[in-house]
């Protein structure tokens, strides 16, 4: 336990101060998980096994797209091109756009990683007939 201990300070206020025990505690240990760590092969597997899942629904896509931006990383093309699909699967092309867009704002100063993205996928974007916010001039706004 601390002891409370009361100073006069310059101008005469008072201020409680904390003093340090007597004796010191041992620190406390913390408990590292013992799990495996999920490897890039398998991170992209069980996302893009996320996005294929024939009964995903519109709520499920957003909540998977919102954690996965919220990784500290870029999609891999295949991640993407697994949502793009289960956009097209939902007909839902406004959430096909804002992947899009969060991909480009989630590349950020690195220049060259969203053109590359966007060759990768242009394919499964021409297949899908899935524009993007350049094409619509909605990067510009």
């Known amino acids: ?14 201020t409680l101060a904390r003093s340090r025990p007597a004796y010191t505690a041992p620190l406390a240990t913390r408990c590292y998980s013992h799990a495996s760590q999920e490897t890039d092969e398998e991170f992209d597997s069980r996302w893009v096994t996320y996005f294929s899942k024939p009964d995903l629904d519109s709520w499920e896509l957003r909540k998977g797209m919102n954690t996965l931006i919220g990784y500290d990383l870029v999609p891999e093309p295949k991640i993407l091109d697994s949502a793009l699909r289960a956009c097209r699967r939902l007909d839902d092309l406004a959430s096909a756009i804002r992947i899009l867009e969060a991909v480009k704002d ?17 394919p499964t974007l021409d297949e899908l007939g899935i524009s993007t916010p350049e094409e619509l001039g909605i990067d510009r706004l």
């Open 106 to 122: 989630k590349s950020g100063p690195h220049k060259d990683i969203y053109p590359y993205l966007i060759q990768e996928l242009q």
């Open 1 to 14: 336990m601390f002891r409370a201990v009361v100073r006069l300070s310059v101008s005469g206020v008072r």
